[in-house]
């Protein structure tokens, strides 16, 4: 995959945990085919349709004590393309989020 840099959020400013986690989900929107569509959304319909695996994702990535995977990623436009489960959990945990930002050819 191509892509224009590794861009950990926690590389940039530092800061505690629970503000960088709320920093990328307000940066960063959920991606949508629509419009309207939010992170309180993304989250309702995530725990409502799949609590079996959100449980489990929010006890593997509180036992690792920090994101679990691939980086988070985010298109060129700003929208969140792949990770949202995780993203959620990590707001939650108030953790760090690492994630990519791909080029606009993709």
Same mark, same amino acid.
């Given at each position: 995959?191509?892509?224009?840099?590794? $861009?950990? #959020?926690?590389?940039?400013?530092?800061?505690?945990?629970?503000?960088? !986690?709320?920093?990328?989900?307000?940066?960063?929107?959920?991606?949508?085919?629509?419009?309207?569509? $939010?992170?309180? $959304?993304?989250?309702? !319909?995530?725990?409502q349709h799949e609590p079996e695996r959100m449980v489990e994702l929010f006890d593997a990535m509180q036992q690792a004590g920090g994101w679990l995977g691939t980086p988070a990623l985010v298109s060129w436009t700003?929208?969140?393309?792949?990770?949202?489960?995780?993203? %959620?959990?990590?707001?939650?945990?108030? %953790?760090? %989020?690492?994630? #990519? $930002?791909?080029?606009?050819? #993709?």
């Amino acid at each position: 995959m191509v892509v224009d840099g590794m $861009t950990p #959020l926690s590389d940039q400013g530092g800061g505690a945990p629970e503000a960088v !986690a709320s920093v990328f989900a307000a940066r960063f929107p959920p991606h949508s085919e629509g419009q309207g569509e $939010t992170w309180q $959304t993304r989250y309702e !319909a995530a725990w409502q349709h799949e609590p079996e695996r959100m449980v489990e994702l929010f006890d593997a990535m509180q036992q690792a004590g920090g994101w679990l995977g691939t980086p988070a990623l985010v298109s060129w436009t700003g929208r969140v393309k792949d990770g949202h489960h995780r993203v %959620i959990c990590a707001v939650m945990l108030r %953790i760090r %989020i690492p994630y #990519l $930002t791909l080029p606009a050819q #993709l």
